[in-house]
């Protein structure tokens, strides 16, 4: 425990307000996941992004009496706080996580390498749990700010830690090196993974390299011969080199390897021993982490039939929260294979954006973390739960019930324990999961992935996984690009792109979009009943909906003088004052909106009208090309001359927006009030074309329900369309027509990604069933995956084959496809 003195003095801030010395347990740097306020430091970081000194007010209100800043503060305002200012909050965060290192001797394992990293320390933590206290980096916290945060959650309980360090460009190793202090460095591999802030392979090695500074110990394998060479010219006197592979000069040395179906034998010579080791995986990165997780535990003194028997245990990781459909009308988040108190607090996080139903459960095993004293830690995990709205705790296992007491002190109100697995399913029928978000975590040992099996609704094997932390980069993208105090609208109209709605209306709410858009009132209807609470925009309403439009508090757009006419007399009536609208102004889109010529009605019924006007805006009918940017610049002419018309009339201040996706990207001059974004959100922008700097968020993924061996002569599917010439093998994957796969896509026309490599179709595409050439694939089992499109496979290749636009690919995808919503 720290006193803001003594962070004071080690981060060399000066003060601008000197109040109560607090004792300090806690770093905050996001306003969303304060929990004790009394014992918290706020740290103000500023990104290109976002500025987290605007959040100070609120926290203050909230109870946070601890301030570290960058910028210049009023102290009148914020009596009895302690208000302390550095010239870089983030360099401030890392001086304060280098010092609290410097308080522990035990062992710190420092993990860096292109990819494996998350998947090496998780391993390592699951098969060196039995004999260590151990602190590790929760999920993937290995950058600039998440490296000092983690090194912060040590305490003196811990006897091992384990981090991470990732980096995206120059200079920014040194800064971690300084921070975790290695006593045991992992180098995973060198790889294309985050090399756009690198000039070249042999620059990003060197970075990376420089984590080892000072490390009397290091962990690899042999890779390319540069990079071994590299290695051996840059040990330092007193290093010791550790690596795992067939060269004879390995310490770790193979003899021998086999693979089999889903696993691996590896026979092994080590200090001149011989052992087996069998690693339940067969593909070449999993086995690759696994030996080094080996070597690891060789050179902590691990006994090799130890080894042997925790690696077969191994299990795969969980790499990600999966948020999927469940039973009766539940939605649940599977993260069953952890549980530990960083990762529960993300996973709280992720539970606290979902807003479709007001009930929240949490299914939550002991927590095996010796780190923390028992009452302590489940004290905490008790005020976890009450902060993130909580109110259903079902325990499993002997140590969160004994401690039932605390969750009844922070006021869950429904509680419910059991002993172990076996019982809480022997008493599933009792328990009622109806109309709820679930989370479900669990330590290893309780297995509760048989639970997740239960509560997770059945499916049709074919499903659209979302990827919300590239959505979210996505949004980042776009929001370094505005200016200052320029709002964003994001477009979730048509099933948001057909990526579902309310689960990507939680994720834009929860991180400060200021207006959501849909094209019909329903659906926004549906965003209000999921607890979506942002002004809804609804682009294309009717008389006929009115009553429910207002009902649910929804602002609709008028674009032509009928239209006005009717809501402002259905308001009148309704006698509801200054209702929020938009209008839609046309200059050049020639779809909707007011015409020029229809500009003296708006300037005469305006002043009398109902309704208040929140914004105005047009679309642009081509803003990606260039070919047409003087068309573009004339709409926008066009559009100031009606907007500066509108002033006349409107008093008081309105939201002006013409800009979409593109728009965004090219024209950065017209961004007026607000801009709109849509299919970039997705990870298209068609004005970037091949140099697109955005990530997909959408992959397709069904699955093979046969395999057939045809001879010469035979046809495959409807009109016998699918001519074989040779012996030839197909499968039947369980996509068709109705699930949004377009029939022109059959007879070789398009192809899907099966095992890395690009196959055909065969025959016509069905209504529930496509066939595939297989031919020359080896190793192929029915129910064996197949993307259609994803990483491998963009979407918009797809659209070419098919010859539209990824929207109408996307939008396509049918209802009866399960969406599947994770965030790493």
């Given amino acids: ?27 905050l740097n996001d306003s969303r996941k304060l929990l004790f306020p009394e014992s918290t430091v706020f740290f103000a970081l500023v990104s290109g992004s976002r500025n987290g000194h605007q959040f100070i007010p609120a926290l203050y209100q909230q109870g946070v009496r601890n301030f570290l800043v960058s910028e210049e503060q009023d102290p009148a305002v ?41 998947t090496v320390k998780e391993w390592l933590n699951q098969l060196l749990e039995p004999d260590f206290s151990i602190i590790r980096s929760p999920r993937s916290y290995n950058s600039q700010i998440g490296v000092p945060l983690s090194v912060w959650l040590m305490n003196e309980g811990h006897q091992l830690a384990i981090f991470e360090a990732g980096i995206s460009r120059r200079g920014e190793m040194k800064k971690l090196q300084q921070i975790l202090q290695p006593s045991i460095g992992i180098f995973t591999n ?58 004879a000069a390995a310490e770790l040395k193979i003899l021998s390897l086999e693979k089999k179906e889903e696993a691996t034998q590896v026979q092994l010579l080590y200090n001149e021993k011989e052992f087996r080791l069998d690693i339940p995986f067969s593909n070449e990165a999993a086995v690759e982490n696994a030996l080094t997780a080996a070597l690891v535990m060789l050179a902590l003194d691990i006994a090799i039939p130890v080894i042997q028997q925790r690696m077969a245990m191994l299990h795969a990781i969980s790499m990600r929260l999966e948020l999927k459909e469940g039973i009766n009308q539940c939605s649940v988040i599977n993260d069953s294979y952890s549980a530990d108190i960083s990762s529960l607090v993300i996973a709280l996080d992720f539970l606290a954006q979902q807003q479709q139903h007001a009930k929240k459960t949490v299914l939550l095993s002991d927590i095996p973390e010796t780190g923390w004293a028992a009452t302590q830690l489940y004290e905490r995990v008790a005020a976890l739960l009450h902060h993130h709205g909580v109110s259903r705790l079902i325990g499993v296992g002997t140590a969160i019930a004994a401690h039932k007491e605390l969750f009844q002190a ?10 172990a697995s076996e019982l809480l399913l022997q008493h599933w029928d009792e328990l009622s999961f109806r109309e709820e978000t679930i989370l479900v975590k669990g330590a290893r040992r309780f297995q ?40 964003l609208m994001a477009m979730v109209k048509a099933f948001s792109y057909g990526s579902g709605s309310y689960e990507i209306a939680n994720l834009l709410q929860f991180h400060g979009v200021d207006y959501l858009a849909v094209a019909y009132t329903d659906e926004g209807v549906a965003l209000r009943k999921a607890g979506i609470h942002l002004p809804i925009m609804v682009m294309n309403v009717a008389p006929p909906g009115f009553e429910t439009l207002v009902e649910h508090n929804l602002e609709p757009v008028l674009f032509s003088v009928r239209l006005f006419r009717a809501f402002d007399a259905f308001i009148r009536q309704e006698g509801i004052p200054q209702y929020p609208v938009h209008l839609e102004v046309e200059t050049g889109m020639n779809r909707l909106g007011f015409s020029l010529s229809e500009l003296p009605f708006l300037l005469e ?52 927006h013409i800009e979409n996706t593109s728009g965004i990207f090219r024209h950065p001059q017209w961004q007026f009030d607000m801009v709109r974004l849509g299919i970039g959100l997705y990870g298209f922008d068609a004005a970037m074309g091949e140099t697109n700097q955005l990530e997909e968020v959408s992959t397709l993924v069904t699955t093979i329900a046969q395999i ?47 095992k890395g490599s690009l196959v055909p179709t065969i025959g016509s595409v069905c209504m529930d069933m496509t066939m595939i050439d297989i031919s020359g694939v080896p190793g192929v089992r029915e129910g064996d995956p197949v993307t259609v499109f994803g990483k491998g496979l963009p979407v918009a290749k797809l659209a070419e084959w098919a010859g539209t636009i990824p929207y109408e690919i996307l939008t396509g995808i049918s209802q009866r496809v399960k969406r599947i919503y994770y965030q790493e």
């Fill in 1 to 27: 425990m720290y006193r803001i003195a003594e962070i004071a003095s080690i981060v060399h801030a000066r003060w601008l307000q000197k109040a109560e010395n607090s004792s300090i347990q806690h770093l």
């Fill in 78 to 118: 914020y009596p009895g706080a302690n208000l302390l200012w550095v010239p870089d909050t983030v360099q401030a965060l890392q001086v304060l996580a280098e010092h609290h290192r410097t308080r522990f001797s035990i062992p710190v394992l420092a993990i860096t390498g292109s990819n494996g990293k998350t």
């Fill in 190 to 247: 060198l790889g294309l993974a985050h090399s756009e802030g690198f000039e070249s392979m042999e620059e990003k090695l060197a970075e990376k390299w420089q984590l080892f500074q000072a490390c009397p110990l290091i962990i690899t394998h042999f890779q390319e011969d540069w990079i071994n060479d590299y290695i051996e010219t840059h040990l330092q006197p007193g290093q010791q080199l550790l690596r795992w592979g067939q060269e």
């Fill in 410 to 419: 922070y006021g869950i109100p429904e509680l419910q324990f059991f002993e």
């Fill in 448 to 487: 509760f992935e048989r639970i997740s099996a239960q509560l997770e609704k059945q499916v049709h094997q074919t499903v659209m996984e979302i990827n919300l932390n590239a959505m979210l980069q996505n949004l980042k993208w776009y929001q370094q690009r505005l200016h200052t105090g320029t709002r």
């Fill in 605 to 656: 019924h305006l002043p009398s009208t109902a309704c208040k006007v929140q914004s105005v805006f047009s679309h642009l009918a081509a803003s990606e090309d260039p070919a047409f940017d003087a068309f573009t610049r004339q709409q926008v002419e066009r559009f100031e001359v009606f907007t500066n018309g509108l002033k006349q009339v409107i008093t008081y201040p309105f939201l002006r």
């Fill in 708 to 754: 057939k061996e045809l001879e010469a002569g035979e046809s495959v599917g409807y009109g016998r369309r699918g001519k074989i010439l040779r012996p030839t093998t197909i499968a039947t994957i369980r996509l068709g027509y109705a699930d949004g796969y377009p029939r022109s896509l059959g007879n070789g026309a398009g192809w899907v990604l099966l």
